[in-house]
């Protein structure tokens, strides 16, 4: 029962089976390195997860390229009614008449009706009807979008490069450092720190919770060393540089944290693999005391003195 437990406990919906030894579960920016295959084209479209999470270049060049569509659409169907059935389309070339229906329907979606061009008849007022309702849907839901876009919380934490396994205690210490490079300030932060390693002669991996000198800050102003111990009680103790390579050890830390200025609850996530830890090291103080206030280097936060393991 105890075992069942813990293996439920430990499961952290990662792949448990590594056949490559390059094989990492979380990047460094937080994204999981997991890509799903084989799955139906209209079961993969989520619009408005690629729309809210997508760049801001691409996501005004996506609505512009819509809006040219839409525009381009609507224009074919006037010229498909017939230019006689729009005022102020008379006597003029192919190529004209296009760009004065394309133009009044770029007028129509978007309710302006500067009236050189008016629909004339009942074909032409039902699409001009139809295009005006459709403006107001579209630029309602475009307007939510970009809403969606500017109300969600981001965090742009940065993490250590690398991470130290260094002198701690009685004994050794797995370390990380991060900070909040930006001005918002950050309260009741939570860390979670995880590893999972190849099993021995298997190709299955493990995963462990790790106990932290402390998983909570109150604030976060300033820079944050996260520290597990390497006890008795840790999966990683007497666990050598030379296993961490062969076992393919992987850290995952995870920070919760509440952001004041947007009252959201922001989460940010990386990752540490065997090769981007540095042993027998400890990271250097970055604060330094001047006009009545601690001001910290950023630039040094991968900064470290070499020093011999207990």
């Not at 939570?190 to 390693?197: Q, T, Y």
């Not at 076992?247 to 996530?269: C, G, H, P, W």
């Amino acid at each position: 029962m105890e075992e069942h437990k813990e293996k439920k406990f430990n499961d952290f919906g990662l792949a448990e089976k590594s056949e490559s030894d390059g094989y990492r579960a979380v990047n460094k920016d937080g994204s999981f390195n997991i890509t799903k295959t084989n799955v139906p084209f209209f079961e993969r479209l989520n619009f408005f997860h690629n729309l809210v999470t997508m760049s801001w270049f691409h996501f005004f060049v996506s609505i512009l390229i819509g809006y040219f569509i839409v525009n381009f659409l609507f224009a074919g169907i006037y010229m498909w009614i017939g230019v006689e059935n729009l005022t102020g389309t008379y006597g003029i070339t192919n190529l004209e008449q296009f760009t004065e229906t394309f133009f009044f329907s770029a007028q129509t979606i978007t309710t302006l009706g500067y009236g050189r061009v008016a629909p004339i008849g009942l074909a032409a007022n039902i699409v001009a009807a139809i295009e005006s309702m459709l403006g107001l849907l579209t630029f309602a839901l475009a307007t939510g979008l970009l809403y969606g876009r500017f109300s969600k919380s981001r965090t742009k934490i940065k993490y250590s490069d690398i991470g130290v396994i260094a002198p701690y205690l009685n004994g050794n210490g797995f370390m990380i450092r991060v900070v909040n490079p930006q001005n918002n300030e950050l309260l009741e932060v939570n860390a979670d720190l995880s590893v999972s390693f190849r099993k021995e002669g298997s190709q299955h991996r493990e995963f462990h919770n790790l106990k932290l000198e402390r998983n909570k800050v109150f604030f976060f102003p300033s820079v944050w060393t996260i520290v597990h111990p390497i006890d008795e009680m840790s999966p990683l103790y007497k666990m050598t540089e030379k296993e961490f390579e062969e076992r393919n050890v992987e850290f995952i830390v995870m920070l919760k944290a509440f952001d004041e200025s947007s009252s959201q609850t922001l989460y940010s996530r990386s990752s540490y693999r065997a090769e981007e830890i540095v042993w027998g090291a400890k990271f250097t103080y970055l604060g330094q005391h001047k006009d009545g206030k601690l001001h910290i280097d950023v630039s040094g936060l991968n900064t470290y003195d070499q020093r011999d393991l207990q």
